[in-house]
């Protein structure tokens, strides 16, 4: 299980370590489930990305979402779907192939994802929702997201404002948590045992995998670096500098 940003790319430029490492494991037929926090794209959006980049072979369905485990994991607990939702695309896809009918007044659920484009109004109505008892679900709680412009307010700082009014706790789904990685089981059938995550970030990817008490390695392209380790105690499982070698090692 695989993170994007900052694994397989840095924004709209391919690593091209990872670029190697993707094609080494289609040669040897090593099954990958891209595992992202990103709810904003479709799985066929985020295939067609990396393909643009310079990737082959990539199928859609090889993409599992933290949108899409936010809608698996409210529809495994609850039998209500009447939704609410601030988000893009990747969002409203997974909400419907779930069944959930999406609303602006009487929700049962508040769903937050990333939107570019929401407003002040959006988020008035989301907090009508949650004061009238509609429970907060945050897709991710990444506070930070990063850009090639720079540093952008990220989801997670959206679902603590709507947190900070509403006096709710959302639901936990997006990397470290464990309910994404087990919601990408269900999808994939595989076991635990069979699971390597890999990921630049400690506090998502890493963190994700133990606590989950799955393999994880931590790959020094992206956000976190070799130092990060004692500093955090977070501890994975592999360090490399490139995604490439990892096959030197496992």
């Excluded at 500098?241 to 496992?250: G, Q, T, V, W």
Aim: glycine share 8%.
């Amino acid at each position: 299980m695989i993170d994007l940003d900052g694994t397989m790319y840095h924004g709209t430029k391919i690593i091209e370590s990872a670029h190697d490492f993707m094609k080494e494991a289609q040669r040897r037929n090593i099954d990958i489930l891209f595992l992202t926090n990103n709810a904003s794209r479709t799985q066929k959006q985020a295939a067609e990305h990396m393909m643009k980049m310079g990737y082959e072979n990539i199928r859609p369905e090889q993409f599992y979402t933290s949108a899409m485990a936010a809608a698996d994991e409210v529809k495994r607990i609850s039998e209500k779907r009447r939704a609410y939702m601030i988000g893009e695309l990747g969002l409203k896809e997974a909400l419907l192939n779930q069944g959930f009918e999406l609303v602006d007044c009487d929700a049962d659920f508040v769903f937050v994802g990333l939107d570019r484009n929401a407003t002040y109004r959006d988020y008035s109505l989301a907090f009508r929702q949650l004061h009238q008892g509609a429970v907060l679900v945050g897709t991710n709680s990444d506070t930070v997201l990063l850009s090639e412009e720079g540093v952008n307010v990220g989801n997670g700082s959206i679902v603590h404002m709507l947190e900070t009014c509403s006096g709710q706790t959302s639901m936990q789904i997006g990397k470290p948590s464990s309910v994404i990685l087990e919601c990408a089981l269900r999808y994939t059938g595989w076991s635990k045992e069979e699971v390597l995550i890999i990921g630049d970030n400690l506090h998502t990817d890493i963190l994700c995998g133990v606590q989950s008490q799955v393999k994880s390695a931590l790959v020094l392209t992206g956000i976190s670096k070799r130092e990060d380790i004692e500093k955090t105690g977070i501890q994975p499982d592999v360090v490399v500098e490139s995604m490439i070698d990892l096959f030197k090692i496992l």
